[in-house]
């Protein structure tokens, strides 16, 4: 069973970045992509940045510009750094991915909190 956990969560002033790391167990053959969700609570989880292969991006409008992800699939990695931080950001973050075999894994979460 693959796991993703995340990591670089926590408390930051509203302007300042973070940078969130996700990274996997083991292998996982043929992905499709790797993504950034959010989720409030009461809320759904929310795309944020997804990266596919050839590396094309995908951001949400809320993020675009201030956001940037990255994978590396030889260390098994997908990054979300995020700058100019708004009080609006204040999310659990999950890492996903999805592969050609229609799979779906997910991390455990991570806890971004923007104070104004």
């Known amino acids: 069973q693959v796991q993703l956990v995340e990591s670089g969560g926590g408390l930051v002033q509203a302007g300042g970045s973070l940078r969130l790391s996700c990274v996997a167990s083991?292998?996982?053959?043929?992905?499709?992509?790797m993504s950034w969700y959010r989720q409030i609570p009461g809320n759904q989880r929310e795309l944020v940045a997804r990266v596919g292969r050839n590396d094309i991006t995908t951001y949400a409008d809320s993020v675009r510009g201030r956001f940037t992800i990255s994978r590396d699939d030889a260390k098994r990695t997908v990054d979300l750094e995020m700058n100019s931080l708004k009080p609006e950001d204040t999310a659990v973050y999950f890492c996903?991915?999805?592969?050609?075999?229609?799979?779906?894994?997910w991390g455990q979460g991570t806890q971004v909190t923007v104070s104004s």
């Open positions: 083991r292998n996982i053959g043929r992905i499709h992509n």
């Open positions: 996903g991915v999805y592969t050609y075999f229609n799979q779906n894994y």
